[in-house]
Each structure stands twice: as C-alpha cells, then as structure tokens.
C-alpha cells in the first residue's frame, strides 16, 4: 500500500490564483481530513469527509473547498490564494479513530 | 475554553538519558488521546493511541504513555533516547471520540545532544 499520498510537494502561487492540492488513499478508509499546519501551531482543521458524498467544515474552512466524490480522493481547493494561505497542507485518512498521514504540500502564496 | 497544551516548545536531552514530554488537556469527558512524531520536512506518524482500559499505553520505537484522569494529561516517556528520536511530538484529542476531528497541540520539539 502507498498510503495516503499527497501532490504537489511544493507549490508557489501568486495571490489571486487558484489550485488544487490532490489527496488520494488507497487503504479503504472512509474518513479523510485536510490540515494545514503552521510553525509553532500544531495543525489545524480545514475540512473533513466521513466517506464518499459527505463533507464537513473543519476549524479554519474560509479561503477553501473541498469534495469527495469517490472513497479514495479527497482533493483541496484554493480559489484566490491569499498570502496567509502560505502553509504546510498535510491529508490524512482514518478508517475510524486513528489518522494516518500523507507527506504534505508546501505551498507559498506570494 | 476546551484546548490541549503542550507546555515545554523546546527540550534537549542527552543521548541515552530518560525523557518525558507533556500533555494536558480540557475537555470535560475523557476524549481519546494520541502521540504523533513528525520528522523535519515529514508527515506526522502515529506513535501511540489510549481509548480506554489499561492507563499505561505502549507505543512504536519504545515510547509509552500514561493516561492520568485527575491531572487531564497523556505525558509521553521514553527510558532512554535515541539520536534519531530528534523530532517535533505532537499531542492529539478527539474530543467526541467520534473520529471527525483531531486537535492537536502546539508540538514540543526535541533536541538530542551526544
């Protein structure tokens, strides 16, 4: 199994720009998470799946969306990139309670 | 307000010497607590979880944890570090033990000296 993997690892945009991170898990797990973590933060909530259909705002959804339309993918969407969305965007899937991690993206908002 | 604290940002230890990091939580039920170890530009790994049952919980790479009720805390110990144990360790709650959110402390970043 590869996990849960995560692309771009880096990304520069300029403000006003869009993109989408791309999640994919291939172990069956039905919940999935986006998390952006900044220094000395820990990681924050952005959005949430419990499965394929359904998602849900997390702590810090403003500036972001998000859709699941299979069970494996759970990409993040920024419309206008806006300098403090200059972070690090970590996906995570769970089957139940324990989170498992992709790599991360980098991204810079300049 | 409910939170998880990490109270030490920074610790150094010496190689082969024993560790604890801390973990404080407010929540008013006893949520499910997690340890999770990042490696410098690397995702976050699971080293230990605690649901229920036995308090003293053990983990990957000879971590263990000790959930304590009347104090809110999940502090995490090792009896002797590694060089390669050099990582930032982050404390995790779900609160609603429902599995739709994890609130993660601030993280404690360890420096091992020789």
Known sequence: NAGVTQTPKFRILKIGQSMTLQCTQDMNHNYMYWYRQDPGMGLKLIYYSVGAGITDKGEVPNGYNVSRSTTEDFPLRLELAAPSQTSVYFCASSPSNEQYFGPGTRLTVT | ?114
């Not at chain 2, 997690?34 to 308090?55: A, C, H, I, M």
């Not at chain 2, 104090?71 to 390669?84: A, C, D, T």
Request: charged residues 15%.
């Open chain 2, 1 to 114: 307000a409910q939170s998880v604290t990490q109270p030490d940002i920074h610790i150094t230890v010496s190689e082969g010497a024993s560790l604890e990091l801390r973990c404080n939580y407010s929540y008013g039920a006893t949520p499910y607590l997690f340890w999770y170890v990042q490696s410098p530009g690397q995702g976050l790994q699971l080293l230990l979880k605690y649901f229920s049952g036995d308090t003293l919980v053990q983990g990957i790479k000879g971590f263990e944890a000790e959930f304590k009720r009347s104090q809110s805390s999940f502090n995490l110990r090792k009896p002797s570090v590694h060089w390669s144990d050099a990582a930032e360790y982050f404390c995790a709650v779900d609160p609603n033990q429902a599995g739709t959110a994890l609130i993660f402390g601030k993280g404690t970043t360890l420096s091992v000296s020789s």
